[in-house]
């Protein structure tokens, strides 16, 4: 490099990966053999032996062409190891081994770019530059580049978000960066109980109740409905994303502490677990990459994997209308509610024997509430039938747009607008206004 700035900008890259090395990095060894290449490239830079060092950036840029796509693929291969290898997202600190690997390449980048290089030697490649055949070539291939890259960094700044389904990467991503490890003691994702609490309440549910798509807990109904009843009452969350009715009565008698009150929050897929592997399974309704190839590619990388499965996939009306009717259907075969019907009994049957009141929490399919009422009728008569209060969430979300009550449009989770309504309903029968 022939400009001092430049010089001690390379420099400064080296320094600043070596300090970095005072935060012990996960592959330490790995990391310290590329800083010593690194000090000894560079120190050798301002050596006689400077002019051999740029041998090959010289003999690049004899071909400016082939130098061009030196320098994108350089830039796209390096990127892309990074995101492929480390999946980089909002929600998550970088390493110190990851900041030592960009101020490397960005070291390297700075080698190819302007080891060795003039003015004189500019004018000359962009004059070749200007007659080649390739340059147009080139010029397409790198706006699509920056295309990808700007897309691909704009979606894992701002688009670690959650789906319906749980297919997409972003969703793996918002799991592991907000909620997977975010749990208590007692491996839910919740504050930790109080034992000291007069008035006990457990919510029992699923991904509706641990607040599937919503960033902070303090924004989920089991949270909001704490806050709004103040000391003396102490909420804890008995739900996971995923639980179907099957296994809930077990982690509702195996909790340490004994609740006063049982919220069930109920999801129509509850039923999912009688269905999973039948004709009617809400699941079939979707297609999922069988080419190794391009399932690699979907899965390492927001930009594919949103065409694939939120485009392509989700916007599907007929898919969507599917798979709702497939779950309703479920409600309307006694093949199926019967077993239903008797696992919600048994929670029943549990509450009571523990002189525990159970209010229960029905959720419709929030973007189709009326396709959702042959089930939630179904759901209704029975709990009417035990003598157990409902809270039917149906008719308090009507009043509101559905792109308000859902986390995204890909995503018909409840978003913070449908927790808050859901803790309004049930505070006054838990206060038993």
């Given at each position: ?173 918002w799991y592991k960066n907000f909620y997977w490890g ?9 504050y930790e109980p109080n034992p000291d609490a007069q ?91 069988q080419d190794p190839t391009l399932n690699w590619i ?136």
């Amino acid at each position: 490099m022939n400009n001092r700035w430049l010089n001690g900008l390379w420099l400064l890259i080296v320094v600043g990966a070596t300090l970095l090395l005072l935060t012990p990095p996960p592959d330490e060894t790995l990391t310290v053999l590329a800083i010593v290449v690194l000090w000894a490239l560079t120190l050798l830079s301002f050596t006689p032996l400077r002019h051999t060092l740029g041998l090959p950036v010289r003999w690049l840029r004899r071909i400016p062409a082939l130098y061009w796509f030196a320098l994108l693929l350089y830039i796209c291969l390096t990127l892309g190891y990074w995101v492929v290898t480390r999946q980089p997202t909002y929600g998550r600190w970088l390493t110190s081994d990851e900041f030592i690997y960009l101020l490397a390449c960005l070291w390297g980048l700075l080698y190819l770019a302007f080891y060795d290089a003039d003015q004189q030697q500019a004018r000359a490649m962009g004059t070749k530059l200007a007659t080649s055949k390739l340059t147009g070539i080139l010029i397409a291939l790198t706006t699509i580049a920056m295309i990808l890259i700007g897309a691909e960094t704009w979606m894992r700044l701002f688009y670690v978000t959650t789906d319906a389904y749980t297919f997409t990467a972003m969703n793996y991503h918002w799991y592991k960066n907000f909620y997977w490890g975010r749990y208590n003691s007692l491996g839910y994702r919740d504050y930790e109980p109080n034992p000291d609490a007069q008035t006990r309440i457990a919510v029992l549910g699923d991904s509706f109740a641990a607040g599937h798509g919503i960033d902070n807990i303090d924004d989920t109904f089991p949270q909001l409905l704490e806050q709004r009843l103040g000391a003396g009452y102490d909420i804890n969350l008995i739900a996971n994303s995923g639980w179907d009715t099957d296994v809930e009565l077990g982690y509702l008698d195996s909790y340490p502490y004994r609740p006063n009150i049982v919220i069930l929050s109920y999801y129509l897929n509850d039923i999912q677990y009688l269905i999973r592997y039948t004709s009617i399974s809400p699941d079939n309704n979707f297609n999922f990459p069988q080419d190794p190839t391009l399932n690699w590619i979907v899965l390492n990388f927001f930009v594919p994997n949103y065409i694939y499965y939120n485009l392509l996939q989700f916007t599907s009306p007929t898919r969507t209308n599917n798979h709702t009717a497939d779950m309703v259907s479920a409600y309307t075969d006694d093949t199926y509610w019967l077993p239903q019907a008797q696992q919600l009994t048994n929670i029943v049957n549990w509450t009571r024997d523990h002189d525990a009141r159970l209010i229960v929490l029905l959720w419709p399919q929030i973007a189709m509430i009326d396709a959702s009422q042959p089930a939630i009728q179904r759901l209704r008569e029975l709990f009417d039938s035990l003598g157990v209060e409902v809270v039917d969430m149906s008719e308090p979300l009507r009043g509101y747009e559905t792109s308000q009550l859902i986390v995204n449009r890909f995503d018909t989770h409840p978003s913070i607008v449908a927790h808050r309504i859901a803790a309004d309903a049930l505070y006054p029968l838990v206060v038993g206004q």
